[in-house]
């Protein structure tokens, strides 16, 4: 069941930008349009040291969260760690958000100096990131993240693909979902895209399933969104708001 739901949901985001009955006129004008900067993001792909396991980090946490207080630390840090991985985790994924360009050198200082129980190498660097659906009226300290990596078609942009996600947009308003999605990458330039699918629970997840795939909405969205950009791998993770 779960990896019939996770094919569906690949198959419903196979976001792009425009469906191949959009106009030049249109797809010239979209081109302008760049991406409204709601925050930046940096990632880190960490691993437990040794014969470290998940009651270690979880000691760990509160002194990182103090430590992090003392240095007058200002950005958000949030651990995502697969959902299939239970009490066996030994990787996981640090996010930090934050309104403004993130100091490489301030996050190594905490990531990896000061600490003996995980290690972390920089998976990407101040992504520009962008809210384009938010059906959430505040986001919950632990939610359900699916993390989706994707590349625009040739004749593709972010200025059509917020077209598209408008659209989507305003056919989810017609049902009572609780659901975010943003779109990452590094500028605007690059035809390389994340996609995030945010839930507070996982009974939010199971209510969009439920009441949005299958409908005739969500097959027409499929339709246009399908063979306008390819998503390489989609991840599901539970994620922890640590500071």
């Known amino acids: 069941m779960m990896i019939k739901k996770k094919n569906l949901l690949i198959a419903l985001f196979f976001l792009a930008s425009c469906s191949n009955e959009s106009s030049y006129e249109q797809q010239n004008l979209s081109e302008l349009i760049q991406p409204d900067l709601n925050y930046f993001s940096s990632q880190y792909d960490c691993s437990l040291l040794g014969a470290n396991n998940l009651n270690d980090l979880e000691q760990y946490i509160p002194k990182l969260s103090a430590l992090l207080k003392n240095h007058s630390f200002k950005y958000q840090l949030e651990f995502y760690f697969a959902d299939n991985q239970k009490n066996e985790i030994k990787s996981f994924i640090i996010n930090v958000k934050n309104s403004q360009v993130i100091d490489r050198e301030k996050l190594g200082l905490f990531i990896n100096s000061e600490n003996e129980i995980f290690q972390c190498l920089q998976k990407n660097n101040n992504l520009i990131a962008t809210t384009l659906i938010s059906k959430l009226d505040i986001q919950n300290s632990i939610f359900y993240l699916e993390i989706l990596d994707c590349e625009f078609s040739s004749d593709s942009n972010f200025g059509t693909f917020k077209v598209a996600s408008d659209y989507f947009f305003n056919l989810l308003n017609e049902y009572s979902i609780a659901y975010k999605a943003d779109f990452l990458n590094s500028d605007s330039d690059s035809r390389n895209f994340y996609w995030h699918n945010l839930f507070n629970s996982p009974e939010d997840r199971d209510d969009f399933f439920a009441n949005w795939v299958g409908s005739d909405e969500s097959i ?24």
């Open 220 to 243: 027409e969205i499929k339709e246009l969104f399908s063979g306008q950009s390819e998503c390489f791998s989609s991840n599901s993770y539970i994620g922890y708001k640590v500071y």
